[in-house]
Nanobody
């Protein structure tokens, strides 16, 4: 059974930091591109950051320079370090496992973790 379990969300003041974790099980983590998405109330889910199996990272313009995505293949875990948080970063953050290229495998979502940034 595949599971993506996020943790690390919470309430933080503007300017503060949080580190989200997503622990994966039931998938071959090391071959997967992993991503973080977020969804604010009343808004569509939006992409935040991606890290490939080779460690290449990409970020949405809204978080570039403030957020850092990383992975530890030995722990089957992807992280999102969030610094200089703003109230507009308030959302439910979701971990996403991209289908690996060349394999017959599907994508997976975590259950989400709430991040609330107070002004």
């Amino acid at each position: 059974q595949v599971q993506l379990v996020e943790s690390g969300g919470g309430l933080v003041q503007a300017g503060g930091s949080l580190r989200l974790s997503c622990a994966a099980s039931g998938i071959i983590f090391s071959i997967r591109t992993m991503a973080w998405y977020r969804q604010a109330p009343g808004q569509q889910r939006e992409w935040v950051a991606t890290i490939t199996d080779g460690g290449t990272t990409n970020y949405a313009d809204s978080v570039k320079g403030r957020f850092t995505i990383s992975r530890d293949n030995a722990k089957n875990t992807v992280y999102l370090q969030m610094n200089s948080l703003k109230p507009e970063d308030t959302a439910v953050y979701y971990c996403y496992a991209v289908p690996p290229v060349g394999y017959r495998a599907r994508d997976y979502w975590g259950q989400g973790t709430q991040v609330t940034v107070s002004s």
